[in-house]
């Protein structure tokens, strides 16, 4: 089967088609304007911060005020002569080898084919999810290799800078690979956009599905292989650094551990719902997404760890409680209300939820392609809570992450913050384009469901 289903064989639900009005409602702005060229120094500015982060964790105590001041008072080149994460050819090796194996899972392991929206261009692409059995067998290796003791389980926690260094040379190499690729040879044209301005282009990506072939994609397989499954590999080998140092695990690490084991699992277990979400359908492969994924992601979304094996954090009984009943909340929460979107419009609004007949706002809209399609806007459940409730769950779990380590410092705390922000730009996002793709439709919708995530509040 061909990763690219011509137009006239339509094989998959037209609810889930992307759209495209006058090339306005999907990817990144078609011609840079000054915002866009701004918003592209976070080139700069991301790299910086996750620099900061690791100044605070390995010379300043955790402490972001002090890593900022000797910023200010040394300046930039000098912090960093006296404090930079140093290279290592074990790092790099250990490094290559990952990315190796990573690639040999996603190529051999067999999974489930799904595809994902129409794209603007009118390709609908196939994917292979087969990323839980790479989480699992990668995990599998790793612990198999440390009960034998083939292998440190503190290894990467050991090597972490030279492993900073590693995955960020790799993150600006394939950023700038992919806007090669994008300018000179893409695999869909009609699905790029070049901005006239190389600084945004490299930052938000010329083309949205970069591909070798058919099938090797290179959004799919750096947005979920060498991040997310490194997310809970970097936890154990920091967790096993806390053992190796302290002689016991505390019971915020392994809170922190379960959920951020829940976190990744539950994505793999979903990995072909993700092919429909903006992140595939929406977002082109840039910087953002290919330093983001190989070094923010694992560098960042593993801080809580990272922090806790050195300054470990100790909850009595009834706070360990009252973070667990929160982030199991925020996690039903987020996970019962995706469950309740695609489970209406698999059904076609013939559903029942929370004890009643869904109630919904079928609306039409039309592809690039020039064919009109339906989809249904839910507004019962907890759609009727608010318009994005997945997101609201999704910040009470990332509360419950950043809580588990205590309040003696900020820096764990910055998921939490950083997500409020993401979650909240991609209301913006998501509801621009929405009002865009379903006009009166979208207005209806909003006057029956007022509140974008937290209800009474925003």
């Known amino acids: 089967m061909k990763a690219v289903i011509p137009a006239a064989q339509d094989a998959v639900q037209a609810i889930t088609s992307a759209v495209s009005i006058d090339g306005a409602s999907w990817g990144r702005a078609d011609k840079a304007k000054w915002p866009h060229n701004v918003t592209a120094l976070l080139v700069f500015v991301a790299p910086t911060w996750m620099y900061i982060n690791w100044l605070a964790l390995e010379h300043y105590d955790a ?7 000797a910023l200010f008072l040394q300046g930039p080149v000098q912090l960093m002569k006296h404090h930079f994460p140093q290279p290592t050819f074990a790092a790099f090796v250990g490094y290559a080898a ?11 392991l067999p999974g489930k084919h799904c595809f994902g929206q129409r794209t603007p261009g009118g390709h609908l692409l196939e994917y292979t999810a087969n990323g839980l059995l790479a989480w699992a067998v990668t995990h599998g290796l790793y612990l198999a290799a440390a009960v034998t003791g083939m292998l440190d389980p503190a290894i990467m926690a050991k090597h972490w800078q030279g492993l900073f260094v590693a ?12 806007q090669v690729k994008g300018y000179w040879c893409p695999s869909y044209p009609a699905d790029r956009k070049m901005s006239g301005s190389w600084i945004f282009d490299f930052w938000a990506g010329v083309e949205l599905n970069p591909r070798l072939g058919d099938y090797w994609d290179f959004k799919f397989f750096h947005n979920g292989r060498p991040g997310i499954v490194a997310w809970t590999l ?29 976190y990744v699992v539950d994505f793999f277990l979903n990995e072909d719902w993700y092919t429909r979400t903006i992140d595939i359908t929406h977002d082109h492969f840039g910087f953002m997404l290919a330093w983001g994924d190989t070094t923010f992601l694992p560098a960042f979304y593993t801080l ?23 982030g199991i909340g925020g996690y039903a929460i987020f996970r019962i209300a995706n469950h309740q979107k ?30 009109e399609h339906s989809s249904i806007l839910l507004t019962s459940g907890w759609w009727a809570v608010s318009r994005h409730s997945n997101y609201l769950g999704d910040l009470i779990l990332a509360f419950a992450m950043c809580a588990a380590c205590g309040v003696n410092h900020v820096l764990p705390w910055s998921y939490f913050f950083y997500m409020t922000v993401l979650l909240c730009h991609r209301v913006w996002r998501d509801e621009h384009r929405c009002h865009i793709k379903y006009g009166k439709k979208w207005e209806e919708y909003c006057a029956k469901v007022p509140y974008r995530i937290m209800p009474g509040v925003w």
Request: charged share 10%.
């Open 167 to 178: 995955a960020n040379l790799y993150g600006v190499v394939l950023a700038v690979l992919a």
């Open 234 to 262: 970097i936890d154990l080998s920091w967790t096993a650094y806390q053992y190796q140092n302290l002689g016991h695990i505390a019971t915020s690490m392994c809170i922190v551990l379960l959920f951020h084991t829940i």
């Open 342 to 371: 695609d489970y209406v419009r698999s059904r076609n609004g013939n559903a029942i939820l929370w004890d009643r007949p869904a109630t919904f706002i079928r609306c039409n809209y039309r592809t690039s392609d020039g064919k």
């Open 98 to 108: 990952w990315l190796g194996l990573q690639t040999a899972l996603y190529g051999l």
């Open 304 to 326: 809580q760890a990272q922090y806790l094996a050195r300054y470990p954090a100790y909850l009595s009984t009834a706070q360990s409680a009252t973070v667990l009943v929160l």
């Open 63 to 69: 402490s972001l005020l002090e890593a900022g001041r």
